[in-house]
């Protein structure tokens, strides 16, 4: 299930976001989750299995667009689908005409884009 972060997840959050491998320095993740909390175009959810938080997805809004900035899963769940269907969740809690990749999710996005297309044949 896909949550809206909240401010007493924080360590858990910055642990999911230190698996980006541009968030490895403390002062860097510092940054990243202050943007989140203070920013009102960033918006920061989580993936809530059972009690636990083992996936996080970050949203930067544009004008036009939700752009995909962090993507995470913890490692022993990843390869379950909780990627993919966090980036399909996003839709419900902010009105996205399209779902954009950074430079850093690009991979993975285009990843989930190729399958989707792959689906509607
Ligand atoms: C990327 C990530 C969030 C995927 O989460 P997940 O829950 O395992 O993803 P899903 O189960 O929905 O999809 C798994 C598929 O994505 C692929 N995948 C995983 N990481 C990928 C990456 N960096 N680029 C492209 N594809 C990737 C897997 O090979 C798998 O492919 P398959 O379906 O053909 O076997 C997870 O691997 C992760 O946390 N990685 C570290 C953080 C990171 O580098 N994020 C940016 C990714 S561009």
């Known amino acids: 299930m896909l949550v809206r972060y909240k401010k007493n997840c924080e360590k858990i959050a910055m642990g ?7 968030e490895k320095d403390i002062k860097k993740l ?31 809004t544009t004008d036009t667009e939700c752009l995909v900035q962090h ?8 390869g379950e689908g909780i990627g993919k269907e966090m980036v399909s969740k996003v839709n ?6 399209e779902i954009t990749a950074a430079e850093s999710t690009k991979p993975f996005l285009d990843k989930c884009s190729i399958q989707q297309e792959g689906t509607d044949v």
Request: with cysteine; aromatic share 16%; net charge negative.
């Open 71 to 78: 993507i995470t899963v913890t490692p022993s769940f990843r």
């Open 92 to 97: 419900n809690f902010l009105p996205c005409n």
């Open 16 to 22: 999911l976001l230190s698996f980006m491998p541009q």
């Open 30 to 60: 510092q940054e990243t989750i202050h943007t989140y909390e203070n920013n009102p175009n960033w918006h920061l959810f989580m993936w809530k299995k059972d009690e636990d938080f083992v996936g996080l997805i970050g949203i930067e």
